[in-house]
């Protein structure tokens, strides 16, 4: 079974940091791309971080969370990560990843370039002092 699972959310207070984790079983993230996207109370979700493939080795950020937030890859342990850093009141709310079959040499941040299918259920992110 293809799953992705999302954990390392919780209550921060603004300034602070926190690393969420994508762990993924039933296949091998090396070949697929990942986006960390999230949603606040009454938004749309957005992209925040990518991150390609292996071979590849390309990432991107929103503007919104460049220079706070770090996507990184642990292949042995099968898993992305998220950095949060310097968090702010505005980035609250459930942070999904989602992967995708690498084919191209980019990751993307829009939500419609990740397979339906390969999407975890979200860890909740709520920053506030």
């Known amino acids: 079974q293809l799953q992705l699972v999302e954990s390392g959310g919780g209550l921060v207070q603004p300034g602070g940091s926190l690393r969420l984790s994508c762990t993924a079983s039933?296949?091998?993230?090396?070949?697929?791309?990942i986006g960390w996207f999230r949603q606040a109370p009454g938004k749309e979700r957005e992209g925040v971080s990518c991150?390609?493939?292996?071979?590849?080795?390309?990432?991107g950020d929103a503007d919104s969370v460049r220079g706070r937030f770090t996507i990184s890859r642990d292949y042995a342990k099968n898993t992305i990560f998220l950095q949060m850093n310097n968090v702010k009141p505005e980035d609250t709310g459930v942070y999904y990843c989602?992967?995708?079959?690498?084919?191209?040499?980019?990751?993307?941040?829009?939500?419609?370039?990740?397979?339906?299918?390969?999407w975890g259920k979200g860890t909740l992110v709520t920053v506030s002092s």
């Open positions: 039933g296949f091998t993230l090396e070949n697929y791309k």
């Open positions: 991150i390609s493939g292996k071979r590849q080795g390309v990432s």
């Open positions: 989602a992967a995708e079959p690498q084919y191209g040499p980019n990751c993307e941040l829009t939500q419609y370039s990740y397979d339906p299918g390969y």
